[in-house]
């Protein structure tokens, strides 16, 4: 099959659809790098994901292609556009809107009668107080369409708001240390966003979850819930990690017909949706967003570590509308990932991949810190500095259990005034 993938640099897609003989067309953002795993595909390019006059304009000249395919947040209103314009089956832009645009998305949702929190829409700061009015104190700001928590933050009162604002938390855009935003609207700033931004009623949190649903024409395949460490907001920037479950566990049971529930409201589809909850003091659980992709961070390689099964080979099967084989078997009571993280500075001293991997219950280090190299950025909830995957003793105990592997990956840092090293 040919097919059209939209792609920011992460070759994973592509690379598997050529290994399995499909003949691929890329079409990537000008600034956009070819990666190694691009080596052999047609390459084109546009300015900016959300053009589609530009990707109207372009379609006339593209090859007849068999699907259009992505697992790129930024680029799935544009695959969805182009399918329309081809009439190929997959997500069209109704839907790609629906997950991609948290205002829609929040309404859709709650028009098919699910749990989600109150919001707003609002275009500047200064309107943030009469949202705040109907939703109450404090309130959670995030934009309309993002990732990883970038640009999101509490507002506790008017002062707190008025602070925000003369430390320019409204204008700030994030920098784009991957190189791979350039191209969409991801980490711009709240006041540039074009269409506005979400105040959102703040909800009194003890846990947070996510689902992965593998899916093909709407039928789940694969269902993969987890939790985080604790709610996003209050792990930004710092040691966190994430737990996949088993379909058993008793946390998981309203995680999983939520995911479902939510994936069928904003439209079923063929490929992965990524969906998490949020869990209130109260017991209530409340979807708090989804998305027509595979989930970030570690959470895919969690998954097709749990069950087995090669993540590349299975996103390109479904990007050709093939049902590949998925055993809904874990092969472990819970997977856990560790995130690598450090406070900013120099690395001093780190212990290495051989020696972390004796810790017990480690199955994997990845860790990307280096003596010698300054701690690498972090953008949102996503870190650079790697992970460790490991398998947990007894999950009641998981914070300690980390905690002691932490203590065995003995990561030292200097200050960057240059003072006493730091741990």
Known sequence: MHVLVLSTGNPLLESALMAAGHTVTLIQPAGTKPAPGHLGATRLTIEHWDDLDALSAMEPTLPKADAVATIDEQAIVAAAHLRELRNLPGLDVRAARAYTDKATMKATLAAAGLPVAGHRVVRRADEVPGAARELGWPVLVKPRGGLA????????????????????????????????????????????????????????????????????????????????????????????????????????????????????????????????????????????EAAARPGGGSITELASTMYGFDLAATLAQLAVDEIPTLNPAPLYPALTAVMVTAPPGTVTHLADKATTEQHPGVLDADIRLTVGQPVPPSVGTLTLAGRVLYVPTDLRELDREVADLRTALDIRVSSPDGLQPTA
């Open 149 to 288: 928590a970038v640009n999101t933050f509490v507002v506790r009162d008017e002062d707190h708001l008025r602070e925000l604002v003369a430390d320019g938390a409204f204008d700030a855009r994030v920098p784009d240390v991957t190189g791979r935003f350039t191209a969409g609207h991801a980490l711009d700033s709240l006041h540039q966003a074009q269409d506005g931004f979400l105040v959102e009623q703040f909800l009194d949190l003890v846990g947070e979850y996510f689902c992965d649903l593998y899916l093909h024409r709407g039928t789940v395949l694969l269902a993969v819930p987890g939790r985080y460490d604790a709610p996003l907001l209050q792990t930004v920037g710092d040691a966190s990690y994430d737990t996949v479950l088993s379909p058993q566990h008793p946390e998981a049971g309203a995680v999983l017909e939520l995911a479902g529930l939510a994936a069928a409201a904003l439209g079923e589809q063929t490929g992965v949706v990524h969906a998490e909850f949020l869990r209130e003091r109260s017991g209530r659980l409340l979807i708090g």
